[in-house]
Structures are given as C-alpha cells and as structure tokens.
C-alpha cells in the first residue's frame, strides 16, 4: 500500500505565507513526479505544480512566481513553498505521485487525502 500524507495548511492572511509538505510511504520502487493540485468550493480540481525525479519543476501560468515546489527523493517528499498568498488561493491542497510501488508494476497515481488553505482578506 502507498499512502500519501499531507501537512502545512491553516488559515493565513492575505499577504502571507504557508508551507506545505507531503510524504509518499509504503510499497515504493520509484517515483516518476510529484505533485500539488487544488479545488476551490465549486470548482475543478486544477494542477499547481508538478516536480519529477530529475527535478523538473512546471507551474500553472497564475502561479508562477508565488509558489514554488521542491523534492526530498531520499525521503519521498515534496514541498510547496506558498508566498503572497490571495483570498483566491483558498482551497483544499491534494498531493499527487506518480510511481510504480513493484519494479514490474506501470506507473500508478496516488492521492493524498488533502489539506486545507485559507486566506483571509
């Protein structure tokens, strides 16, 4: 079993920051990229930032700038640095990984259960 578990969110003000960490466990051969996404109330999930194992980085257009993702491939992790945090960036914050838990297994996406951000005006 893989589990993802993420952690960091909280209420902050406009203006501030958040750090957010996520760490892959369980049966893992190697893991391909891993990832932020998020989902507003009435809204679809939509990607924030992804990072892959040669430490490629790609961003939403609107977000570039303000957060920026990093990774501990020795300990499966994977961070989302938060800066001049919006009202609008309040969400429910999902890891995501892409990895193949067996040598001979395709790759496999797994989620977090999610962690929430608000930003207060």
């Known amino acids: 079993q893989v589990q993802l578990v993420e952690s960091g969110g909280g209420l902050v003000q406009a203006g501030g920051s958040l750090r957010l960490s996520c760490a892959a466990s369980?049966?893992?051969?190697?893991?391909?990229?891993m990832g932020w996404y998020r989902q507003a109330p009435g809204k679809q999930r939509e990607l924030v930032a992804v990072?892959?194992?040669?430490?490629?980085?790609h961003y939403a257009d609107s977000l570039k700038g303000r957060f920026t993702i990093s990774g501990d491939t020795a300990k499966n992790t994977v961070f989302l640095q938060m800066n001049t945090l919006k009202p609008e960036d309040t969400a429910v914050y999902y890891c995501?990984?892409?990895?193949?838990?067996?040598?001979?297994?395709?790759?496999?996406?797994?989620w977090g259960q999610g962690t929430q951000v608000t930003v207060s005006s």
């Open positions: 995501n990984a892409d990895l193949r838990p067996r040598p001979w297994d395709p790759l496999k996406h797994y």
């Open positions: 369980g049966s893992i051969f190697s893991i391909n990229a």
């Open positions: 990072i892959t194992s040669g430490d490629s980085t």
